[in-house]
């Protein structure tokens, strides 16, 4: 009998949960031609904007002119030094952050007088924005490298370590109950039940704190200029504007965009992987 | 022999004179009023009451989740708590659940895994383990949670309204499960639910609750044989007479 009911709940369950049947690559052009169409349109309205005559030529250019230079850019090799410069920046200054943000965010949920003392202030930092923090660090390490990863760092910090707070403290009472019920206590209820009930959360701050890092690190480039080193892609922006080349500047512009949005993508990735295992996803999984 | 270990022996659980009382504004909201009861090893009691009779905080202040404002509450044994909800770890499969209670005890893979999943094969969850919860039905759900219990080498099993949530035909084969793992393992359960019927078809004894506050009104002793159909008259008379009796105390209490 009760074989048969196991089996009577096993094909319950096949037939209320219907896999995805439609083809990957069909999946992926149902994302994606939305997204070509309004890249389409405004391409063309950007187009109509120049031909209206609006502004001359050569200070808003057309699209054409816009992708050669980008396509010229491509092709340089001391472009992709310059990129290279800039990519290094944004994973050091991002990867002390993500170590510090973590620490931070775990001690201030583990301890309550830090949570007391600091709760309200990374909530505060999140929100302050980290160009204003370039004025001290200029002062703090002049017109150096550990001065923009200084900024780097403060901008991404926080919201990355509100992130695994909120995470944390939104754990299901009833799976702390259950954990504790099995014997978990102190660190090992964290690692077996907070930190990967938390994890949702953590990635939401961790993406975040990419936005924040990448906006700081573009800021802090445009501000700090020092010799001695190839352009970086910060860099590269400010020449353009003091040579008024808008090809140029517009071009490297696409280049500043696409990397946040293929950062960005990559996070969004991880978050519907994980909501997907977790079942929550609704219908889709 | 001492009295206590006497009683230890023959008793899974005793509870004394208990009281709890929570601070609600500015009086106090009196949860449970001198409850004492005991469960012998071996055997299974149902408590029965409308919401409010301080079932669920009897179960945590024996699990020791709560502390007792007066009183006593003590479990002989390893205990393990079953919720209305599985209560399953969403990023762990079902086999990964089991594990982790195993892991928590000590024990140490190979035999971990071994462990586990004979323990999902005894609920009849073999070909599932790999399955994450919300790849599986309600009851599905329930089989992983009672295998747990069992992984947490647990003779006594404390249910707060494990089935609730399930539709009839679901809960009537996992009534026939949990009674045969009961037997076989000799487990001591005490199974709180707000439904007479479902107390009559698993208890040997039935405490009907009161409402506001909680305490014990009233004890059925259920000697039919089992196992018992939810459908039988006899059941059906017995479980009348406590559903009466509930209804009386809602109309003094309620």
């Given at each position: 009998m009760a074989e048969l009911a196991a089996e009577l709940e096993t094909r319950d369950v096949a037939d209320s949960a219907p896999r995805w049947t439609r083809a990957p690559r069909l999946r992926l052009w149902s994302g994606l031609w939305p997204q070509l169409v309004a890249l389409a349109l405004a391409v063309g309205a950007w187009q109509v904007v120049v031909w209206s005559g609006w502004r001359p030529a050569d200070v808003l250019p057309g699209p054409l002119p816009v992708f050669r230079s980008l396509f010229d850019d491509l092709s340089r090799g001391d472009f992709y030094v310059g990129l290279a410069i800039t990519l290094q920046r944004?994973?050091?200054g991002y990867g002390i952050a993500v170590v510090a943000g973590s620490a931070?965010?775990?001690?201030?949920?583990?301890?309550?007088?830090?949570?007391?003392?600091?709760?309200?202030a990374l909530l505060g930092l999140q929100s302050m924005p980290s160009i204003s923090w370039f004025p001290l660090a200029i002062l703090l390490f002049q017109r150096s490298e550990p001065a923009i990863i200084f900024v780097v760092l403060l901008g991404a910090a926080p919201a990355i370590a509100n992130g695994l707070l909120s995470g944390v403290d939104h754990v299901q009472p009833l799976l702390l109950r259950v954990g504790r019920v099995m014997g978990a206590r102190g660190l090992g209820l964290y690692r077996h039940v907070i930190l990967p009930a938390a994890l949702p959360s953590f990635i939401?701050?961790?993406?975040?704190?990419?936005?924040?890092?990448?906006?700081s690190l573009m800021a802090g480039e445009l501000i700090i200029a020092f010799a001695g080193r190839q352009p970086s892609l910060g860099q590269q922006l400010r020449l353009a504007q003091n040579v008024s080349d808008t090809q140029q500047l517009i071009a490297l512009m696409m280049v500043i965009f696409t990397i946040g949005v293929v950062v960005d993508l990559g996070f969004g990735v991880l978050d519907r992987e994980i909501r997907r295992r977790w079942g929550l996803l609704g219908g889709e999984s | 022999m001492s009295k206590v270990l006497e009683l230890s022996e023959k008793h899974s659980l005793s509870v004394e004179a208990l009281t709890m009382a929570?601070?609600?504004?500015?009086?106090?909201?009196?949860?449970?009023?001198?409850?004492?009861?005991e469960v012998q090893r071996g055997e299974f009691v149902c408590v029965v009451g409308a919401s409010g009779s301080g079932k669920s905080t009897l179960l945590n202040l024996l699990a020791g989740l709560e502390q007792p404002t007066r009183g006593r509450a003590h479990v002989h044994g390893h205990m393990a708590l079953i919720?209305?909800?599985?209560?399953?770890?969403p990023w762990l499969t079902a086999a990964g659940n089991v594990e982790l209670a195993l892991e928590l005890r000590g024990v140490r893979n190979p035999a971990r895994s071994r462990i586990a999943a004979d323990l999902l094969r005894r609920v009849h969850l073999d070909g599932w383990e790999k399955r994450r919860p919300h790849e599986l039905s309600g009851g599905m759900k329930q089989r992983v949670a009672?295998?747990?219990?069992?992984?947490?080498?647990?003779?006594?099993?404390?249910?707060?309204?494990?089935?609730?949530?399930?539709?009839?035909?679901?809960?009537?084969?996992l009534h026939e499960e949990l009674e045969r793992l009961w037997?076989?393992?000799g487990l001591t359960i005490l199974f709180v639910t707000h439904n007479a019927r479902e107390a009559v078809r698993l208890g040997d004894r039935?405490?009907?609750?009161?409402?506001?506050?909680?305490?014990?009104a009233h004890e059925v002793v259920v000697d039919l044989p089992r196992p018992r159909s939810l459908d039988s008259p006899e059941l059906a008379v017995i479980a009348g007479r406590i559903t009466d009796r509930l209804k009386q105390e809602m109309r003094l209490h309620g």
């Open positions: 944004a994973v050091l931070i965010g775990l001690l201030v949920a583990r301890v309550s007088i830090l949570r007391r003392a600091l709760g309200s939401g701050g961790l993406k975040q704190g990419w936005a924040f890092a990448w906006r | 929570y601070p609600h504004g500015d009086r106090l909201l009196i949860a449970l009023q001198g409850v004492s009861l919720f209305q909800e599985a209560a399953l770890l009672l295998a747990r219990a069992l992984a947490q080498d647990a003779d006594v099993l404390l249910m707060d309204e494990p089935f609730a949530s399930l539709d009839a035909i679901t809960r009537d084969l037997s076989q393992n039935v405490l009907v609750f009161t409402s506001r506050p909680g305490r014990v």
